[in-house]
T-cell receptor, first 113, second 115 residues
Framework: SQKIEQNSEALNIQEGKTATLTCNYTNYSPAYLQWYRQDPGRGPVFLLLIRENEKEKRKERLKVTFDTTLKQSLFHITASQPADSATYLCALPPHSGNTPLVFGKGTRLSVIA | DAGVIQSPRHEVTEMGQEVTLRCKPISGHNSLFWYRQTMMRGLELLIYFNNNVPIDDSGMPEDRFSAKMPNASFSTLKIQPSEPRDSAVYFC?????????????FGPGTRLTVT
């Protein structure tokens, strides 16, 4: 069965550094992948979508890569700020079934001033 | 647009009671999703509707859970009878369509505590 793995432990980085979060998946090849941000007490908010034929996608300080050979997506935040502190979830279509998206458990990022 | 609206924001109830969660999707969105989020299991899809019709309810834990979408602007998720293991945050989300490339817009969630 499919599996989505994100860094289970929280990631702490210094303000101004680049944060890199990982989303690994197994047993199938999704056609696309989405990233969401979730703040405490709130619902997830969509950030970026990347298709399998796109190696990299950027939006302001955010960059997402999609390596279908490694079965991995990397999510980068450059020049990180304390306001970037949140949990980041990746989401992929399932290996089978009608559901549009299956979410990873997320990685909590803390940017320290 | 006000975004996805959920009510109540918090619900505390005793085991065995009926719980009804409500959701108003974004106007013009044709797909609606109900999720449950816990620390242990993360964000799990319970059921989703497309054009008010349930498409996939394979995530509904058991017969105690039911969901309805009587019209394009309203959906309910009901738990009867509730149990302590149902304690979680329940999110409603909507999207333009149910296709894989459409982003989902989430509501603020309902935090349910069953004692």
């Amino acid at each position: 069965s499919q599996k989505i793995e994100q860094n289970s432990e929280a990631l702490n980085i210094q303000e101004g550094k680049t944060a890199t979060l990982t989303c690994n998946y197994t047993n199938y090849s999704p056609a696309y992948l989405q990233w969401y941000r979730q703040d405490p007490g709130r619902g997830p908010v969509f950030l970026l979508l990347i298709r399998e034929n796109e190696k990299e996608k950027r939006k302001e300080r955010l960059k997402v890569t999609f390596d279908t050979t490694l079965k991995q997506s990397l999510f980068h935040i450059t020049a990180s700020q304390p306001a970037d502190s949140a949990t980041y979830l990746c989401a992929l279509p399932p290996h089978s079934g009608n559901t549009p998206l299956v979410f990873g458990k997320g990685t909590r990022l803390s940017v320290i001033a | 647009d006000a975004g996805v609206i959920q009510s109540p924001r918090h619900e505390v109830t005793e085991m065995g009671q009926e719980v009804t969660l409500r959701c108003k999707p974004i106007s013009g969105h044709n797909s609606l999703f109900w999720y449950r989020q816990t620390m242990m299991r993360g964000l799990e899809l319970l059921i989703y509707f497309n054009n008010n019709v349930p498409i996939d309810d394979s995530g509904m834990p058991e017969d105690r859970f039911s969901a309805k979408m009587p019209n394009a602007s309203f959906s309910t998720l009901k738990i009867q009878p509730s149990e302590p293991r149902d304690s979680a945050v329940y999110f409603c989300a909507s999207s333009l369509e149910a296709g894989m490339l459409y982003e989902q817009y989430f509501g603020p969630g309902t935090r349910l505590t069953v004692t």
